[in-house]
């Protein structure tokens, strides 16, 4: 018995040490002025969230409730500024009024960014500043803070091809969907 609740310790301990390290360097980044090109290369070093469970958490889909739509607000190239500032307002509003009848309800608000091919050393960077432009501008508006995320999803999850200038305006997003 005390053999089992000394290895549980142990592997709670380092379970939190691994989540602590997770949150400081995910903190730091969000905290400091470097892009991710800059930052350390994490594509062999899987997430917390992967290391305890072995999913990937990015593989996850969420069905959205009855009553909301998925969201997208497109933005102009190599930039955080909205492409279309009225469709910005449109979706804003669309939230908000699902906010106030959901005040629990919690929004993931996801950037995404153009494949213009070559190495896209800010991409994950852009996509981030996108999301956080879409956030901020939720909160002003009066959704909590505490109920909306942002990820980068940088290249990840085109939804047009990126060889036309159609694809690729369509691709320089953010998506809003809920969480639960």
Request: glycine share 4%; with cysteine; charged share 20%.
């Amino acid at each position: 018995m005390k053999k089992a609740l000394t290895i549980l310790i142990v592997a709670t301990v380092l379970w939190f040490i691994g989540a602590t390290q997770w949150y400081v360097c995910n903190i730091q980044y969000l905290c400091s002025s470097t892009s991710p090109a800059q930052a350390a290369d994490t594509s062999d070093n899987p997430s917390v969230f992967e290391r305890v469970f072995g999913i990937d958490h990015d593989a996850i889909t969420v069905d959205q409730p009855a009553g909301f739509q998925a969201q997208t607000i497109h933005f102009a190239p190599d930039a955080t500024d909205f492409a279309d500032p009225q469709e910005a307002t449109q979706v804003a509003a669309t939230i908000m009024s699902y906010a106030k009848d959901h005040p629990d309800a919690v929004f993931v608000i996801a950037g995404y960014t153009a494949d213009v091919g070559g190495a896209c050393a800010d991409c994950e960077w852009l996509s981030q500043m996108r999301a956080q432009v879409v956030r901020d501008m939720l909160v002003s508006e009066g959704v909590d803070e505490n109920n909306v995320t942002v990820r980068a999803g940088a290249l990840e999850d085109p939804v047009a091809d990126n060889s036309t200038p159609e694809g690729l305006a369509a691709n320089r997003r953010v998506e809003i969907t809920l969480a639960q």
